[in-house]
């Protein structure tokens, strides 16, 4: 019994919310007359020193003691006596729970925040670098249309904006108090939930004490946004593996995050980059593991919720680590934009041009240009060359509408600068949404 109740090997985690919720709550209930002033200033100062030896020491495990309420109750009546009973006035470990578990997961967000607004300046500085780099774009993982290295490298800019919006979504919502909510029922004494949640940084009080102490939405929505937002690191981590491979080599990536073999000496694994591709499935894990435990609960509180804290605890680390890993190799990556450009020009990636051309200046409808095209491009591969290396006859001859004009639309880089339309790749659309992405970022 001991070993399966016992939450605080890992709600110790929680001692510094436990203690800012506690002193809130205690000095509430002077205010109101519930304590005397006296006793109210002996457990804050007694708070204190706890915080401190916390700080000094970290949280004593004592499984007998279950949980960073109980550790810290009991460590409060050693130092400052009987008073030290006084505390859990109008308070259950129900809302206290409630409390401690929203302003940890309030942390966690702006830690997030700030690490997701650190990986968007790198990307952002990378692709106002190769804002003019041209690379194949892929459908299907096959070269579709060239695209610039700066538009690709932006588009998972676009990713993480919206990620981040998720996550101050859930600030937002969360940002109510549960403290005062007591077991279930709310409390006979005259506390003041306004004013503990004024201290504590909160909007003001949760509205109804039953939901209060059942709620783990905010907990929820944290894993949500964070396996999406995994996905997108997960995304560009894959993009970095295949881009390091061989075949492609379309980046080197930095030796601080790749590993060699024990036994292939040429090797350089893109370790960093799988292991951030593979915590986005153990963050999914931690998501579904919550949403699991909380789909079958009556209301009120019951114990399956204290699992809700290990699956939280657990994708806060691998989201840290994977977005550290992933700033680090966007900021240290290098990109060989040589062989990119190669590649672009090699894959008929500018087929597309040819048929908007046709449609253009030939005054051909879409579905026939792409059919003209098709038979250019064929013709190119059987002679194993690019499509602006046909001469005019042999284009002609496809196509009799076909005039000298077509060869300035050929080229990957009149394609890339010829795709402006709002939010498309030519690299003084890029520039623009890159200055403004800046612009965003220092707005904040
Ligand atoms: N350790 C518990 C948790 O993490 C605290 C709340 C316990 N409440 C109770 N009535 N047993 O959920």
Redesign the pocket.
Known sequence: MREINA??PF?KRLWKQDIAGSKAHVTMLAIQGIVSGEDAQAITEGLSRIAAEYERDGVPVNMDL?????VTESRLAELIGPAAGRLHTAR???D??ATD?RLWVRDAIDEVDAGLKALQQALIARASEHVDAVMPGFTHLQSAQPVTLGHHLMAYVEMLKRDRSRFADARARMNRNPLGSA?LAGTGFPIDRHHTAQALGFDGPTDNSLDSVSDRDFALDYLMAATQCSLHLSRLAEEFVIWASQPFGFVKLPDAYSTGSSIMPQKRNPDAAELVRGHAGRIMGCMTALCVTMKGLPLA?S?D??D??PPVFEAHDLLGLSIAAMTGMVETVTFRTDRMRALAESGYATATDLADWLVREGDIPFRDAHHITGRAVKLAEERGVPLSDLPLTDLQAIDARITNGVYAVLTVDASVASRRSHGGTAPDQVRARIAQAQAELEAE
């Open positions: 939450s605080i709600d279950e949980d960073i309420h109980m259950s470990r129900n206290q729970v578990f077991a509180y114990k919720m204290q809700d804290k």
